[in-house]
């Protein structure tokens, strides 16, 4: 018998997604803008076509962004001077304007990383252990740290230390790589709760209708009555068996949460009919939605909806970790505003229309059991 149960994972993506590298991308040095697209530069292609023999024409080169060399004629897919082409273009068409990157493979093809998916099955279990047990929140457990505030809590919950952490028995591989076709750029903004929109950014993202493929390992060894004798697990193995429902529940609740929030803004029908959509969803077995990447929000990353249910706690939170930014009043929701996707369009004097559009990262995931 096999010591460990595999999962055949296919990732749907239903809004898009989102995963950086850290990077930001500068126009006219590391991208271009041409014909309602954007054009990434293979810069080491776009250096060896020029005549680096002549000596004034070096010393323009070093003074030169790299995207001023191109003609209209080589803005060809097939020129060798572009790594690859988006659909559609920021916002800011200025010189140094940035754009952030989306995490791809060494040949520019992009990926869903295991991490990512693993950190997010991560969250949702902790949610719903916490929902089981009825945990009650306690300042004496919280961390002095902002990003280890939680830790006392996933240790009572995985485990209490990285060699006892019972989600060493899930193992998630990288996916396969898509076609960089896949890609798209998207204008973002944080929307408040009047429907005001600020804080623009612009980003590379995988478009929504794209298919993800990975592997999902259960080490069962790790839940024999050795590794139970040894404390490596507590009720992890049940926690793990009912993975995808645990999941989908969490999924469910930030959903309909969104929903509310949304529905109260005029502006945000959009977004408010998606979260409509998904709030009832009820996949078939071994089938759940989940968020992953950035833009998903606080609560998705955090204990955040449970922790909501506790206004005195909540709020020495947000004060203590000064989580919220301008004024805010005791007792004002938490958080304030969302990132949204934006479409941009023209109103009849010309001028930039941006309407919200979609949130981020929202993703159906199958799973089939390999036969061993």
């Known amino acids: 018998m096999a010591a460990y149960t595999i999962y055949d994972l296919n990732v749907s993506i ?5 995963i950086g590298t850290g990077r930001e991308l500068l126009h006219q040095y590391d991208y271009s803008i041409h014909g309602g697209r954007t054009w990434r530069l293979n810069e080491s292609a776009l250096l060896d076509a020029q005549d680096v023999e002549d000596p004034a024409l070096v010393e323009k ?5 790299p995207a001023q060399l191109l003609r209209s004629q080589d803005y060809r897919p097939d020129s060798g001077l572009f790594s690859y082409v988006l659909r559609g273009t920021p916002r800011s068409e200025a010189e140094g304007a940035q754009l952030r990157e ?23 279990l902790a949610w719903h252990h916490w929902r089981q047990h009825d945990i009650q929140p306690e300042m004496s457990k919280i961390g002095r740290r902002r990003q280890w505030a939680a830790q006392r809590y996933e240790q009572d919950i995985f485990g209490p230390d990285p060699n006892h952490d019972f989600l060493r028995a899930l193992h998630v591989s990288d996916s396969a790589s898509v076609d960089p076709e896949r ?20 980003m590379e993202a995988v478009a929504p209708d794209t298919q993800f493929h990975l592997t999902l390992k259960i080490d ?20 793990l068996s009912d993975l995808s429902r645990a999941v989908q529940d969490h999924s469910l609740t930030l959903a309909r949460q969104e929903r509310t929030w949304f529905a109260a803004i005029d502006n945000a029908k959009q977004v408010a009919g998606f979260y409509h959509q998904i709030a009832n969803i009820r996949p078939p077995a071994r089938r759940f939605l989940i968020s992953l990447g ?12 449970h922790l909501q249910q506790h206004r005195d706690f909540m709020e020495r939170i947000v004060r ?22 934006v479409q941009i369009s023209r109103d009849r004097q010309g001028r930039p229309v941006e309407t919200p559009a979609a949130p981020f990262g929202w993703c159906l995931v199958e799973m089939k059991e390999r036969n061993q």
């Not at 080169?61 to 962004?65: D, I």
């Open 61 to 65: 080169l070093a003074r030169t962004p």
């Open 14 to 18: 239903l809004t898009p997604l989102h």
């Open 183 to 202: 890609l798209l750029i998207l204008n973002a903004r944080v929307m408040n709760r009047r429907g005001g929109l600020a804080a623009p950014v612009e």
């Open 102 to 124: 989306q995490i791809k493979n060494v040949f520019d093809r992009p990926y869903l990383p295991g991490s990512s998916l693993k950190g997010a099955l991560r969250t949702a």
């Open 320 to 341: 203590d970790f000064r989580l919220a930014r301008g004024r805010r009043q005791p007792g004002d929701p938490f958080p304030k505003s969302r990132r949204v996707v």
């Open 294 to 305: 950035w833009g998903t929000g606080w609560a998705s990353k955090t204990f955040g909806p």
């Open 220 to 239: 069962d060894a790790l839940f024999s009555d050795w590794a139970v004798h040894n404390r490596l697990h507590r009720d992890g193995a049940n926690l």
